[in-house]
């Protein structure tokens, strides 16, 4: 806890979050493994301390593989140290590897059932959040499914001291979280139990088909 607060202050844009996720948003956000059968592949980017990996190692069985990306090298020392390397001794025939590298820049094999996120899009330039969306959904299965989270009403919340670039920006990434929900089957759900309150989003690779005017438009998130 320490730790996490510690790196939030010295890497506030990266880590954009004061407080480690509960474990309740760590249920939701991996509750769809249940539903997928055989040996699942599963990716996690942004872990921090690893309240949402614990959430995934708990769902993992023998098979399973499970690539962390995390660009926090004092992170990634405390995840190997305080949860990897235990549950590698007593679960071998899981294959978890973390990759210490900006997610922009991890050599990662496409085909993942699961892909969590916890990014702190909000503090990022559009630019970048597009192009991590864009990575993110083509390094999922067909059937797959991209999870991520935001502290609910983040950009209400935030608006007020942005400065005016800072509120267009904001905008920008509003829009692109709605043209991804719209153009990805998104769904959505409010967990009170964390701390701030959060909300998940759940999108899946295939592009939902436009009805109307827009069909046969790109399905790229503007
Ligand atoms: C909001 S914290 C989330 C931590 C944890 N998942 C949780 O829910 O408590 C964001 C995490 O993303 C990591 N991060 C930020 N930018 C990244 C990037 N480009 N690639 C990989 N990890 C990144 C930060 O170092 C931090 O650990």
């Not at 593989?65 to 949860?83: A, G, P, T, W």
């Not at 959060?198 to 998130?221: D, F, N, P």
């Amino acid at each position: 806890m320490l730790e996490f607060l510690t790196q939030s202050v010295k890497h506030f844009r990266d880590t954009g979050s004061i407080w480690p996720s509960s474990p309740l948003l760590a249920r939701a956000m991996t509750k769809s493994l249940e539903g997928v059968s055989g040996p699942r592949r599963i990716l996690e980017v942004g872990p921090g301390t690893g309240p949402l990996t614990k959430g995934v190692l708990r769902r993992l069985r023998a098979g399973d593989q499970f690539d962390i990306v995390e660009i926090n090298d004092v992170f990634c020392r405390m995840l190997e140290k305080e949860i990897l390397q235990k549950f590698r001794t007593r679960h071998p025939q899981v294959a978890v590897k973390l990759h210490n590298a900006p997610i922009e820049d991890a050599a990662l094999i496409p085909g993942y059932d699961l892909i969590v996120c916890g990014l702190p899009f909000n503090n990022f330039p559009p630019k970048l959040v597009r192009a991590i969306f864009r990575q993110l959904l083509a390094l999922l299965s067909n059937s797959g499914e991209l999870v991520y989270f935001e502290y609910a009403g983040v950009r209400a919340m935030k608006a007020p001291i942005a400065g005016s670039a800072g509120r267009a920006q904001l905008k920008r990434i509003d829009a692109i979280g709605k043209s991804l929900r719209r153009n990805h089957s998104g769904s959505t759900e409010l967990i009170l139990g964390n701390f701030p309150p959060a909300v998940t989003i759940r999108l899946k690779r295939e592009v939902t088909a436009q009805r109307g005017a827009s069909r046969g438009k790109s399905s790229r998130a503007k």
